[in-house]
């Protein structure tokens, strides 16, 4: 079980395992799709209270036109079904760093090992970490892909702009539910011996491992060879430019429709603004990045001391890859044409949900099989 966290090469793991797939079966080894394609977030929103939905659950739902029980139920069958159609199997992966940022709560673990238990002998969960600033630097060009509106944010907490709909008094800070590894782990406690759990060095970490993708492969217990050829570049760092255009143009559309899916036309403009910008990235003063890096140093020591206890600490104290100061109040002025450019584009797209188009999408797929027959 690859929980993530998010930022650590998971992107290009999923990718990979997704590709090598039909190689791995016949080996043993099941990657199953019907937990989601690539990146196994049916098993996450599954496992999700039903009051908490997420943007990335509220899409799903809204697709399969199906209530949080009822999609529960149906992918607990799917993949019971899924795993006895292979029959000769020895090892199943499940792959999401949303397993790190969404599922909070005892009973939604609860519910992810109880989806699973039911096949297996025994479950690993793998684990990757980063130094927390450095996460929240990598993190937060995803954030404004997810519709945040919030330039000078990237210290803050920012959780709420990845969900659709929360239930009246559930509070997610980041702080407590995201960067603090040690009640990461502990989620996990309940269900698994500490010994089940591999923490991994992200690559950048001194000490860390030299390569994601062939550490997970290894502690997996995978044909290394399938991994050597793959070189992944997905989610690259977003430039700054592109980062600050992003923000001002999310502030005028909702990233999700009150149907729960994703406005199209805004990932298309978050699309065309990516690629408008090829400048350089995101940085940080580094008071801050130590300010934001020293919130959690006691939860730190707690994972260095469990499963690093030869280590001085988790992470690098070094911060010198930041400057001492950083100034982004040019941008207004100088990307001033390029906002308005694309907020004209945004204003111009659809302001609601077309309808239409989904319900005859949805016809065509219920009649086919059924022309097939008639056939």
Same mark, same amino acid.
């Given at each position: 079980?690859?929980?993530?966290?998010?930022?650590?090469?998971?992107?290009?793991?999923? =990718?990979? #395992?997704?590709?090598?797939?039909?190689? *791995?079966?016949?080996?043993? &080894?099941?990657?199953?799709?019907?937990?989601?394609?690539?990146?196994?977030?049916?098993?996450?929103a599954?496992?999700?209270?039903?009051?908490?939905?997420?943007?990335?659950?509220?899409?799903?739902l809204?697709?399969?036109? *199906?209530?949080?029980?009822? +999609?529960?139920?149906?992918?607990?069958?799917?993949?019971?079904?899924?795993?006895?159609?292979?029959?000769?199997w020895?090892?199943? @992966?499940?792959?999401?760093?949303? @397993?790190?940022?969404?599922?909070?709560?005892p009973? !939604?673990?609860?519910? /992810?090992?109880? #989806? &699973?238990?039911?096949?297996?002998?025994?479950i690993?969960?793998?684990?990757?970490?980063?130094?927390?600033?450095?996460?929240? @630097?990598?993190?937060?060009?995803?954030? %404004?892909?997810?519709?945040?509106?919030?330039?000078?944010?990237?210290?803050?907490?920012?959780?709420?702009?990845?969900?659709?709909? /929360?239930?009246?008094?559930?509070?997610i800070?980041?702080?407590?539910?995201y960067?603090?590894?040690?009640?990461? @782990?502990?989620?996990? *406690?309940?269900h698994?011996?500490?010994?089940?759990?591999?923490? &991994? *060095?992200y690559?950048?970490?001194?000490?860390?491992?030299?390569?994601? #993708?062939?550490?997970?492969?290894? %502690?997996?217990? /995978?044909?290394?060879?399938?991994?050597e050829?793959?070189?992944?570049?997905? =989610?690259?760092?977003?430039?700054?430019?592109?980062?600050?255009?992003?923000?001002?143009?999310?502030?005028?559309?909702?990233?999700? +429709?009150?149907?729960?899916?994703?406005?199209?036309?805004?990932?298309?403009?978050?699309?065309?603004?990516?690629?408008?910008?090829?400048g350089?990235?995101?940085?940080?003063?580094?008071?801050?990045?130590?300010?934001?890096?020293?919130?959690?140093?006691?939860?730190?020591?707690?994972?260095?001391?469990?499963?690093?206890? !030869?280590r001085?600490?988790?992470?690098?104290?070094?911060?010198?890859?930041?400057?001492?100061?950083?100034?982004?109040?040019?941008?207004?002025? !100088?990307?001033?044409d390029?906002?308005?450019?694309?907020?004209?584009?945004?204003?111009?797209?659809?302001?609601?949900?077309?309808? /239409?188009?989904?319900? %005859?999408?949805? &016809?065509?797929?219920?009649?086919?099989?059924r022309?097939?027959?008639?056939?």
């Amino acid at each position: 079980m690859h929980i993530g966290t998010e930022k650590t090469g998971t992107t290009a793991i999923q =990718n990979r #395992m997704r590709t090598a797939a039909p190689q *791995l079966a016949l080996q043993g &080894v099941l990657y199953p799709e019907v937990l989601g394609p690539g990146n196994h977030t049916h098993l996450v929103a599954a496992c999700m209270e039903d009051d908490v939905w997420d943007r990335v659950k509220a899409n799903i739902l809204a697709t399969h036109s *199906l209530q949080p029980q009822a +999609f529960r139920e149906r992918l607990r069958t799917e993949f019971a079904q899924a795993l006895q159609a292979v029959g000769n199997w020895h090892t199943v @992966i499940a792959s999401s760093e949303l @397993i790190h940022s969404r599922l909070l709560l005892p009973s !939604e673990i609860g519910r /992810l090992f109880g #989806m &699973v238990r039911p096949h297996v002998d025994e479950i690993e969960v793998v684990l990757f970490l980063r130094r927390q600033d450095r996460l929240a @630097i990598s993190r937060f060009s995803t954030v %404004l892909r997810d519709g945040f509106g919030e330039f000078d944010a990237v210290f803050d907490s920012v959780a709420p702009a990845n969900y659709f709909r /929360l239930p009246p008094g559930r509070a997610i800070d980041d702080m407590v539910d995201y960067y603090d590894y040690r009640r990461l @782990i502990e989620r996990f *406690l309940p269900h698994l011996p500490v010994g089940k759990i591999k923490v &991994v *060095l992200y690559p950048e970490e001194e000490g860390g491992v030299s390569d994601s #993708m062939s550490e997970f492969a290894r %502690l997996a217990g /995978l044909d290394s060879a399938l991994f050597e050829c793959a070189n992944d570049r997905t =989610n690259l760092p977003m430039a700054v430019e592109a980062q600050y255009v992003m923000s001002e143009v999310n502030r005028l559309l909702p990233m999700s +429709f009150p149907s729960g899916r994703r406005n199209r036309h805004l990932k298309k403009l978050h699309a065309q603004i990516e690629a408008r910008f090829r400048g350089t990235r995101r940085q940080a003063r580094r008071a801050d990045a130590e300010a934001f890096a020293a919130r959690f140093e006691a939860s730190n020591e707690w994972v260095r001391a469990t499963f690093f206890p !030869e280590r001085p600490s988790l992470f690098s104290h070094r911060f010198s890859q930041y400057p001492v100061e950083v100034d982004y109040s040019h941008l207004r002025t !100088e990307l001033a044409d390029e906002v308005r450019r694309f907020a004209r584009k945004a204003l111009d797209g659809p302001q609601t949900e077309a309808r /239409l188009p989904g319900l %005859l999408k949805r &016809v065509r797929g219920w009649l086919k099989p059924r022309r097939l027959a008639a056939r």
